[in-house]
């Protein structure tokens, strides 16, 4: 098993542009969950998914993030317009219930 | 709200030195609490439990909840022992903002 999967790793992109990132969680696993992490706040929760269903956004920092899991397989977090604040390693995880998670490698994220 | 606190950002130790990592909690019912590590260059991965009560790496975590407190320890730190430490909370998954452990020769 490979793992979670995330794409890209690095992203570097202009202020205004969207950004899509990409997770791929193990198989089997019903919990996905999306981090941001930075020096000055370290990890952040963002959004995480039950069975494909979200159940708290409340970490979403504003409406230009938005965050998607069509099946169990896939979930994307999206950023449209994208700001240089957003730049920061984002993570994604899964885990099945009760069990501990396990981190996608994560995408760092530039935005200039 | 739930949350998780971590209170020293960065933590240096000399190699052979005890080092204890800080992580207290705020939580209304029983929590259930991880370690998480990242090395350099490595993905975040689970470190311990506290429902485990073992020792990985030579580190333990006791849970005092008294003093709503999870503190990672370790006797006898190593070099390879630097890295990003994250205390969680497994009932809502958020963690804490984390201590980068340096440990020098």
């Known amino acids: 098993d490979a793992g979670v999967i995330q794409s890209p790793r690095h992203e570097v992109t202009e202020m205004g542009q969207e950004v899509t990132l990409r997770c791929k969680p193990i198989s089997g696993h019903d919990y996905l969950f999306w981090y941001r992490q930075t020096m000055m706040r370290g990890l952040e929760l963002l959004i995480y998914?039950?069975?494909?269903?979200?159940?708290?956004d409340s970490g979403m920092p504003e409406d230009r993030f938005s965050a998607k899991m069509p099946n169990a397989s896939f979930s994307t977090l999206k950023i449209q317009p994208s700001e240089p604040r957003d730049s920061a390693v984002y993570f994604c995880?899964?885990?099945?219930?009760?069990?501990?998670?396990?981190f996608g490698p994560g995408t760092r994220l530039t935005v200039l | 709200a739930q949350r998780v606190t971590q209170p020293e950002k960065l933590l240096s130790v000399f190699k052979g030195a005890p080092v204890e990592l800080k992580c207290n909690y705020s939580y209304s019912g029983s929590p259930e609490l991880f370690w998480y590590v990242q090395y350099s260059r490595q993905r975040l991965q689970l470190l311990l439990r506290h429902i485990s009560r073992e020792s990985i790496k030579g580190f333990t975590a006791d849970l005092n909840k008294g003093e709503t407190s999870f503190h990672l320890k370790k006797p006898f730190a190593q070099e390879e022992d630097s890295a990003m430490y994250y205390c969680a909370l497994m009932d809502d998954m958020r963690f804490g903002a984390g201590t980068r452990l340096t440990v020098k020769p």
């Open positions: 998914f039950n069975n494909n269903v979200p159940i708290d």
């Open positions: 995880a899964s885990r099945t219930s009760g069990n501990e998670q396990f």
